[in-house]
Every structure is written in structure tokens, then in C-alpha cells.
């Protein structure tokens, strides 16, 4: 199965900042990657699928790109509402798995 | 207005056995791809299990042998039967729908999620 493995763990940003998460394979899911915000006590919300396209209502401020086994979610200047938990999720196999989660603070 | 709707979680003993519900509205179970996702405390998500329109299913290893999804279409409703359960099924469990109508897809609406404790 595929893992996956998101750097950093945590990340301390002020408001303002460009913040990059990035999402590392064990092997390469080309281009079947997703992004997910959690804030908490709600189910998380899908921010992006297919490695950059934007969910419909997500602000144009995040952005994602990478392929193969390297993949990143920026986001190009960081609001109050975007503190939360990030999650990279691949889906190129029956069997899905998460990254471990950013959680990105102040 | 898409709705998912989690409920049955509660405290269980460890090896018990306990049914979670996902009532769906707005969507056509006949149509859709729903899966389970669970967060233990203080963690990370894990993907727990799909159900096809087709009514396929697939599992992670972790809860293989242990747990089983269905759905009734004529309630709108997913289930998720556990079995055997053990501490380490403590979390939150999420219904969710495969956004792609098809598999393996990302997730786009979620329910509220159901706390299980196991202890």
C-alpha cells in the first residue's frame, strides 16, 4: 500500500505568510492526490483533488502542484480561517491512505 | 441539499459488536460511492472502508474480517458493522462520499461523524 508522509508536522505562520505543506509517496500515485482542511470537532473538507484542481467555494489563495511522488499545498497569503489541519490523501488504488496531517498554527 | 448523517456510536466493551448508521439525503444510494473514515483521538485520518453503487466493498487491513459496510436503498442508509472490536477502534467515524461516482475518488461531503469508544 501506498504511504504517505507530510512535512512538517507542525507550522507556526503569521497572517499573511505564504505557508507551503508538502506530501511525499512511498511510490508514485501520478496525479491521484487530494488536500483536505479540518478544523476542530468538524469533518474535515475537501480543498483539492487531482494534485491542483480547486473544490468548487475553496479561495483561490490555495493552490496545489507535484506529481509522481513529491506534491505540495500552498497557500499564498495565510487568513485567520486557514488555521486548521491539513491533509494530503491519495486515491490511485482501492485502498486509500492519509498523510499524517499539518497543522498549521500561529 | 446533500446530507450525511452519522449516529450509533457509543461505549463498547472490547470483542463487542456494534452497528453505525449514515443516513443519506440528497443523493442516490443507487448512484453513489460511500465510504467510512475514522480519527482516533488527538490523530490522524484513517480510511476505513468503501461501498460501490454496485454494493462492492474493500477495507483497509487494519479492520478486515471485523467489520462490514451495506446500505439499504429503500432507507437511504450505509451501515457499518463492527465486530471484535478493540481499544484501538476508538474514534470518530465519518461517512463520506466518493466524489468521482466511481472508485478510488476523494472525498467530497461528510457527515458529522459518530464517536465509538472502545474500553
Known amino acids: 500500500d501506498t504511504q504517505l508522509i507530510q512535512s512538517p508536522s507542525t507550522l507556526s505562520a503569521s497572517i499573511g505568510d505564504r505557508v507551503s505543506i508538502t506530501c511525499r509517496a512511498s511510490q508514485s500515485i501520478t496525479t491521484w492526490l487530494a488536500w483536505y482542511q479540518q478544523k476542530p470537532g468538524k469533518a474535515p473538507k475537501l480543498l483539492i483533488y487531482q494534485v491542483s484542481k480547486l473544490e468548487t467555494g475553496v479561495p483561490s489563495r490555495f493552490s496545489g502542484s507535484g506529481s509522481g511522488t513529491d506534491f505540495t499545498l500552498t497557500i499564498r497569503s495565510l487568513q485567520p480561517d486557514d488555521l486548521a489541519t491539513y491533509y494530503c490523501?491519495?486515491?490511485?488504488?482501492?485502498?486509500?491512505?492519509f498523510g499524517g496531517g499539518t497543522k498549521v498554527e500561529i | 441539499e446533500v446530507q450525511l448523517v452519522e449516529t450509533g456510536g457509543t461505549l463498547m466493551q472490547p470483542g463487542g459488536s456494534l452497528r453505525l448508521s449514515c443516513a443519506v439525503s440528497?443523493?442516490?444510494?443507487?448512484?453513489?460511492?460511500l465510504s467510512w473514515v475514522r480519527q482516533a483521538p488527538g490523530k490522524g485520518l484513517e480510511w476505513v472502508s468503501v461501498i460501490y453503487a454496485g454494493g462492492a466493498t474493500y477495507y483497509a487491513e487494519s479492520v478486515q474480517g471485523r467489520f462490514t459496510v451495506s446500505k439499504d436503498h429503500f432507507k437511504s442508509t450505509v451501515y457499518l458493522q463492527m465486530s471484535s472490536l478493540r481499544v484501538d477502534d476508538t474514534a470518530v467515524y465519518y461517512c463520506?462520499?466518493?466524489?468521482?461516482?466511481?472508485?478510488?475518488?476523494?472525498?467530497?461531503?461528510w457527515g458529522q461523524g459518530t464517536l465509538v469508544t472502545v474500553s
Open positions: 463520506a462520499r466518493a466524489r468521482h461516482n466511481g472508485w478510488p475518488s476523494p472525498l467530497d461531503y
Open positions: 440528497g443523493l442516490n444510494l443507487r448512484d453513489e460511492y
Open positions: 490523501q491519495h486515491y490511485n488504488s482501492n485502498v486509500l491512505s
